[in-house]
Nanobody, 124 residues
């Protein structure tokens, strides 16, 4: 059973940076498709960034392009999201997701495994 554990959230002032991590347990390799999603209070969950491990291909929401970077460390079975130039509107709970069959995308579809979430708060 795949189990995802996020870490690294916290509070930062606008313009600052944070890195959140997601470690994969229960799977020998890094799942081929992984992503970061976020949900702010009163809003729907939205996709932030995804990565397709076999090719290294990435996809980002327009709102984070140029500021956020998704990456993986296969040796550590860990997914990262490097967040720079943070804005108050980036405040949300950030969730890691994975799918062995790559059924989901940044905008829709199925992600079979989810982490518990980590809070990111950006103050103005």
């Amino acid at each position: 059973q795949v189990h995802l554990v996020e870490s690294g959230g916290g509070s930062v002032q606008a313009g600052g940076a944070l890195r959140v991590s997601c470690t994969v347990f229960g799977y020998t390799y890094v799942p081929p498709c992984m992503g970061w999603f976020r949900q702010a209070p009163g809003k729907e969950r939205e996709g932030v960034a995804t990565v397709y491990a076999p090719s290294g291909g990435t996809n980002y929401a327009d709102s984070v392009k140029g500021r956020f970077t998704i990456s993986q460390d296969a040796a550590k079975n860990t997914l990262y999201l490097e967040m720079n130039s943070l804005k108050p509107e980036d405040t949300a709970t950030y969730y890691c997701a994975a799918d062995i069959a790559c059924r989901g995308t940044l905008y829709s579809g199925i992600w079979g495994y989810w982490g518990q979430g980590t809070q990111v708060t950006v103050s103005s």
